[in-house]
């Protein structure tokens, strides 16, 4: 069963034409990892998909819910997909807990104690336990995006979406979103992931998915796109990441 | 009398100060009762104004704008002015008060709804989009999220603009209060003394220093630290 299924996303900034008609299906329980040079529109298609950023045209349906229809409740909508930014994006004035169950609180409507005790398992899916009562300026960059994904994880979403989760950390901090993120995917997670943890996208990804330009160029299981890519353009880019 | 026995005869005579302390007094609370009524009511209108022209509603929003630089454009003695001379000649009149407290609150609000505002604007886009990808809607987000934030910025620059706007209340003398500053200029113009003056500085200072010291109090403490 596809959770994600959008077709023909277009998207215009005023006269720039970011996305031009790409198309992405997410099966259940799959991994799809999305790789692009910079600017070819990969957070933007992400943002698309729960409707951070309002498509231009093409259809999104997610979990079932048409996700561009005016009669959709657009927030009810968002509590099942659960999103990460690279800049952690943490409520800065609340502690770890806080950030965790202020959604369930005000948007599945839960009191104060079953909210906490689901906030505290969700801090303890990421190994945070210890920290419910930090706030996001007293934890490593790596800690707060752990955070950032119990908190989108509390809400028990269909599908979770990662823009660039590892990028703005220190090396040594990398692992241990990784990690969370592994986890997450053997829990059965179905996860649409934009990344340059090409390591990650062999060892964890079903699908991967090449964007340029605003389009598709090409997707295909990691051993095909990695090791054998069909165009020129996923040739360059394979070959000057693999020298990094 | 040599120069020193007159100065200290004009402005410290303590016959007059006697006299004269109750009405100070009356004058004090009514200085704390005016201050009071227009912090309360101007800040309450700038935040109510501030989180309206977060919706972003273009009409609206240039309402708010034009409204907000009438205030600050105008002296806030010429709008005390105009309701208290001006109104009565349309058939509508007020006690000097209620338009020193109208006057000064429109002032306060008109600043007020900038300070807020800028803070409003200051709170990065992500914390928005963190929000609302969780199911927060735009009233929750902007609650919960964003105006906390927002606020805790705007308390060092809201504390001194509430100060300096609410010294204004000074300027209710003009239209007939009897606030520190009216009372002590009518305890001036009956004893033919200006002691009376003397008391009303000291009453200002006895009001507003502790204000000034906890404003820059107010300052270290909201040093913004993430
Ligand atoms: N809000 C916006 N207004 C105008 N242009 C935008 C906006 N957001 C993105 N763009 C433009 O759209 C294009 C695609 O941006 P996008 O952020 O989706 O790229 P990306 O693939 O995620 O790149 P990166 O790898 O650098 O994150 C870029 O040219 C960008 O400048
Ligand atoms: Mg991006």
Redesign the pocket.
């Known amino acids: 069963m596809a959770i994600v299924e959008a077709t023909g996303i277009h998207k215009h ?2 006269a ?1 034409h ?1 996305l031009k008609g790409v198309d992405l299906v997410v099966e259940e329980k799959q991994l799809v990892f999305v790789i ?10 992400l ?1 698309c998909l729960n409707r951070l ?1 309002e498509p231009s045209g093409g259809a999104i349906v997610v979990d079932g819910v048409d996700m561009l229809s005016p009669r959709t409740d657009i927030n009810k909508a968002r509590q099942r997909i659960g999103m990460v930014f690279q800049s952690f994006n943490l409520y800065p004035h609340m502690t770890a807990l806080g950030n965790v169950t202020l959604a369930l609180r005000k948007v599945l409507g839960l009191g104060r104690a079953e909210a906490e005790k689901r906030g505290q398992a969700a801090l303890d899916r990421v190994h945070l336990a210890d920290r419910a009562g930090h706030f996001p300026g007293q934890l490593s960059g790596g800690q707060q995006q752990r955070v950032a994904i119990a908190r989108a994880i509390a809400l028990e979403p269909r599908v979770m979406l990662f ?2 989760p590892t990028s703005a950390l220190d090396p040594e901090l990398v692992g241990g979103v990784l990690e969370a993120m592994r986890e997450l995917r053997q829990d059965g997670m179905t996860m649409v992931v ?1 990344s340059h943890e090409m390591a990650f996208a062999r060892a964890a990804a079903d699908r991967v998915v090449f ?1 340029a330009d ?1 389009a598709v160029v090409e997707s295909g299981t990691p051993d095909e796109v990695f090791g054998n890519p069909q165009h020129e353009r996923t040739k360059a880019f394979i070959g000057q990441i693999g020298r990094h | 009398m040599t120069n020193w026995e007159r100065f200290v005869d004009s402005f410290f005579n303590a016959r007059v100060a006697v006299e004269y302390f109750p009405k100070i007094v009356e004058g004090f609370w009514l200085t704390i009762v005016l201050a009071a009524c227009i912090i309360v009511t101007g800040l309450a209108a700038g935040l109510l104004l501030a989180v309206v022209r977060a919706f972003a509603i273009r009409p609206l929003n240039l309402l708010i704008i034009f409204v907000v630089d009438l205030f600050r454009a105008l002296p806030p003695l010429v709008i005390i002015a105009l309701l208290y001379f001006g109104l009565p000649a349309a058939g509508l009149s007020m006690d000097g008060f209620v338009c020193a407290w109208i006057a000064l609150a429109a002032v306060l609000m008109a600043f007020s709804e900038e300070i807020f505002w800028a803070g409003i604007t200051a709170v990065p886009k992500g914390q928005w989009e963190a929000a609302r990808s969780t199911g927060l809607g735009f009233l929750q987000t902007l609650g919960y999220v964003v105006l906390p934030q927002a606020l805790r910025m705007t308390i060092p620059p809201l504390t001194n603009r509430t100060i300096a706007i609410t010294k204004g209340t000074a300027l209710a003398s003009v239209v007939a209060v009897p606030d520190i500053l009216g009372a002590a200029n009518a305890g001036v113009s009956f004893s033919f003394n200006p002691t009376p003056l003397t008391m009303g500085a000291a009453a200002y200072l006895v009001l507003f220093l502790p204000v000034v010291i906890f404003g820059r109090w107010v300052e270290t403490r909201f040093a913004w630290k993430r």
């Open positions: 900034f005023g720039l970011v692009g040079p910079s600017g070819s529109g990969k957070s933007t298609l943002r950023e823009d660039e934009v964007m605003g």
